[in-house]
């Protein structure tokens, strides 16, 4: 008895594919299905002359990605597919453009061909861009202030929680010395690190301490004040006043107190969750006049000066701004009207930041406005009410940390394989397979359904079809061969009448969970690009898969509600890409899961030489041997016992070379190495290189102890 041929198609137009023969017995199916006629008329085959690939351009991976829409005015594509860094924002020249792959190049190259021998992954920080970005803040406010004729000036802070690395936070400092730019910590070690770099920062700069407040804490900021840094201690809880007024007396330092106020504004999505009457941090409109009361009772209300609130990270809309500085600059002009010294309004966070370019309002991943408009609705907002209220003007303050740092850094991580998630495949050969009596039925009404184009009740019998089949193989009915045939047969079937091009995993030499885990934490998504191969066409559906040990080690969400990202195949060299605007949260927040810690990590700054940019600063990342200290391990005695262990079972000549062996793995990072080596990746003084003799001599000060250095013999 013959069965028909399977003809499988979407578009009803398009006439049947020619038919193969079906020879099947009774209650058995013996065959081979071929699909080598057909021909998918997806809408992503449809496309303009220019998209294809004999045609493909910079500028249309540039459209693909939406770099111009998220990176501008600090990303974009090169004549040679390659993405570029713009340092200087709108203002930076043609010459002036860094090729984000030389410096990878660079990074990453032995040192036997000029390179620096650094393992991937790579963070990549741009100080230049974290100037623009600073500057242009302050720019913006500026602009704002005398357009609308406002009688004070706007004195920002950057929140170290953002980022704490050192080199970022003493940039930042510098950068913003010529307008009086500081820091805010939330805990006693951001107001210790925050204390040591204002050091060569401009006098005059805001030290705002938040977070919840010990004894300790309050000492400390005390001590600060002591110290002449302009240190504001921002109450948090009503219990905190009383630790101030006593500490302050006994330290016989007349403090500078700051308030933050629960606001009723509230946003949703994500990160309004910190915002709004129920919000975590903050007092209430009641709380605030018995904090007032106290002061008073004190002799102390002058030192009441600043009124801090916090709409919540990512603020969508200029018109939700507006409604929480307004509600909050009523409550400064009351604080004043009660008797407070005010002088600052410390607007808190919530400049954000596009991540997929859309300039929605509607997305935890958008903002509809500009950093002028941000600037604009501010300044706006707190001069009309306290015109209303005769109160003069406040200083502005702003803790915009995600808007001044995200830009700065690139992680950059390789591709190393890829695997099909679904067959791509012209022929599938069934071998004799005992159907039950149920199964076959399913695929004759299977095959009723493509002939009758009824796409739904195809895929409905070819699901049940798998599925008794699996049943078959649990009850040891069918073997292994059988059921990898059927499971082909119906991921093709599956594929064709969906017409998706199979999505591929990629295999990159990342760890999600601590270079990017803001993605598995909370879902937010970054643009991922690769970073060469730009001038030609992408022809991969892709989702990314990290090295964990854990099925939460992927990427399958990207920018524009994409569940997948078009790449390129694999070639013969290095595959890299580059997740962009990760500059904030991420390094502070990653962890150690399955032993994988940070990156390497390279500074670069435009140069006038001929590759337009000079690494400044290089650090390896963290050994098997530093990731093992941070679980209380001790390398060095695991090996030493691994090298008795070598010694006792293969002798003692062949057990001291084994153990070089290990001795490398403990020294080299826990990341994937695609060029093979037999010996150590160089950790010179400690993993720091330097640009020039002065710094690698000043470094080689405090590099590793010699203690640190294991002896062993290279196999």
Request: one cysteine or more.
């Amino acid at each position: 008895m013959g069965m028909p041929t399977l003809a499988y198609r979407v578009d009803s137009a398009v006439p049947p594919p020619g038919y193969s023969t079906f020879i099947v017995g009774e209650s058995s199916l013996a065959t081979t299905v071929s699909f080598s006629s057909f021909t998918t008329t997806s809408a992503a085959a449809v496309d303009s002359t220019n998209s294809n690939s004999t045609h493909w351009s910079p500028a249309h991976s540039s459209t693909l990605y939406r770099i111009d829409n998220w990176g501008a005015p600090y990303f974009a594509v090169n004549d040679s597919g390659n993405i570029t860094v713009r340092p200087h924002g709108s203002s930076t020249l043609s010459h002036q453009e860094i090729d984000l792959l030389k410096v990878v190049k660079k990074a990453s190259d032995p040192k036997s061909v000029g390179g620096l021998g650094l393992q991937m992954p790579l963070i990549v920080r741009f100080p230049d861009v974290l100037k623009n970005r600073l500057e242009s803040l302050q720019s913006a406010f500026v602009s704002a202030i005398q357009t609308q004729g406002y009688e004070s000036r706007y004195q920002g802070v950057y929140p170290v929680k953002c980022n704490q690395d050192r080199f970022v936070v003493e940039d930042i400092v510098k950068f913003g010395t010529p307008f009086r730019f500081g820091l805010e910590a939330g805990s006693k070690p951001e107001l210790l690190l925050a204390m040591s770099c204002l050091c060569k920062g401009n006098p005059e700069a805001l030290l705002i301490c938040n977070g919840f407040k010990d004894a300790e804490y309050i000492s400390l900021a005390l001590l600060a004040r002591k110290f002449q840094f302009n240190t504001v201690i921002v109450l948090e809880q009503e219990e905190e006043v009383k630790l101030v007024i006593d500490i302050s007396k006994k330290l016989s330092v007349r403090p500078v107190i700051g308030l933050r106020a629960k606001l009723r504004t509230k946003h949703s999505g994500h990160f309004g969750s910190t915002s709004g009457e129920k919000g975590k941090f903050g007092l209430t409109t009641n709380r605030i006049l018995r904090v007032v009361k106290d002061l008073h009772d004190s002799d102390m209300l002058d030192c009441l000066q600043l009124l801090h609130f916090h709409i919540g990270s990512q603020i969508p809309s200029t018109a939700l701004l507006q409604d929480g500085v307004s509600e909050a600059a009523q409550i400064y002009s009351e604080l004043t009207r009660l008797g407070a010294d005010m002088k600052v309004i410390d607007i808190g966070g919530g400049l954000g930041i596009d991540y997929d370019g859309s300039k929605s309002g509607n997305s935890d991943l958008s903002v509809s406005y500009s950093l002028e408009e941000y600037a604009s609705a501010v300044v706006n907002a707190i001069q009309v009410v306290c015109d209303r209220k005769s109160v003069k003007h406040p200083i502005i303050c702003s803790e915009s940390g995600r808007a001044i740092v995200s830009h700065h850094s690139v992680l950059i991580f390789e591709a190393m394989s890829t695997t099909d998630t679904a067959p791509s495949m012209n022929q599938i050969n069934l071998p004799f397979i005992e159907l039950s009596e149920d199964a076959r039925s399913d695929y004759w009404n299977m095959s009723d359904a493509v002939m009758r184009h009824d796409n739904e009740t195809c895929l409905f019998y070819a699901d049940q079809l798998k599925q008794r089949c699996v049943e078959q193989f649990k009850e040891g009915s069918l073997g292994i061969e059988q059921l990898a045939a059927v499971d082909g047969l119906f991921d093709l079937v599956t594929k064709t009448i969906v017409e998706t091009e199979p999505v591929r995993t990629y295999l990159v030499n990342l760890s999600i969970f601590t270079s990017i885990p803001d993605f598995w934490s909370i879902g937010q998504i970054f643009p991922i690009v690769p970073i060469h191969r730009l001038d030609q066409k992408p022809e991969v559906k892709a989702i990314l898969s990290d090295l964990t040990c854990d099925s939460d080690g992927k990427i399958d969400k990207f920018i524009g509600g994409e569940a997948n990202l078009p790449l390129h195949k694999p070639g013969n060299g290095q595959y890299y890409l580059g997740m962009f605007l990760g500059g904030a949260y991420q390094e502070a927040l990653g962890g150690v899961h399955n032993l994988f810690g940070s990156p390497s990590v390279v500074t670069v700054l435009q140069s006038d030489g001929p590759h337009s940019f000079a690494i400044t600063h290089a650090m390896s990342g963290p050994s098997c041997a530093d990731v093992l200290r941070v679980m209380q391990h001790e390398p060095k005695l695991m090996f030493e016992n691994l090298k008795h262990r070598a010694e006792e079972f293969c002798g003692i000549d062949a057990g001291s070379c084994l153990a070089s062996t290990v001795a490398r793995s403990f020294q080299n990072m826990p990341y994937l190495e695609p060029r093979s080596s037999c010996s150590l990746t160089a950790m010179n003084n400690g993993g720091f290189y330097y640009c020039n003799k002065e710094d690698y001599y000043a470094g080689s000060e405090t590099g590793a102890n010699e203690d640190e250095h294991w002896s062993y013999c290279f196999a």
